[in-house]
């Protein structure tokens, strides 16, 4: 199996969009490890960046610096969303990051280096926590 049980989801009470469901079908067990990544990849999911200041409505850069946080072991989690109505309560503890776009998970996992885990909805009763581990094995099988 791809995930070896290294993945860990929270309560589901109501889907709102195509992830959330993908989550709700998971944790129903109407998806094995497999199905569900292969589903996971193709969805979309919302990065809140970091803005630095504009300059008349400009960016100055071209780069978007996401939201990485870390956790209590230490361990840099790339912090994720099924939405932007789901992240702005957490994003605004966070000065700069007050927008984001909208990436399919696959994009993002090719973009990645190795050594973070993922947290898709931190915190929230329809989430999920990908660790290192796993994260580094769709790593390797996106990147051929």
Do not use: C
Request: proline share 3%; hydrophobic share 45%.
């Amino acid at each position: 199996m791809l995930l070896n049980r290294k993945v860990v989801f929270y309560m589901t009470l109501s889907a709102k969009n195509a992830i959330e469901k993908l989550f709700v079908k998971a944790q129903a067990g109407k998806l094995d490890d497999e199905a569900f990544m292969n589903e996971l990849m193709e969805t979309q999911v919302f990065v809140p960046v970091h803005e630095k200041d504009e300059i008349g409505g400009l960016q100055s850069t071209l780069q978007a610096t996401p939201l990485v946080l870390k956790d209590k072991s230490g361990v840099e989690v790339l912090i994720l969303f099924t939405s932007s109505e789901r992240a702005r309560t957490v994003i605004e503890s966070y000065p700069g990051y007050h927008d984001g776009l909208f990436a399919e998970f696959k994009w993002v996992v090719e973009k990645m280096a190795a050594g973070y885990a993922i947290s898709i909805n931190p915190g929230h009763e329809l989430g999920l926590d990908l660790e290192v581990s796993t994260v580094e094995k769709l790593i390797r099988n996106n990147r051929g």
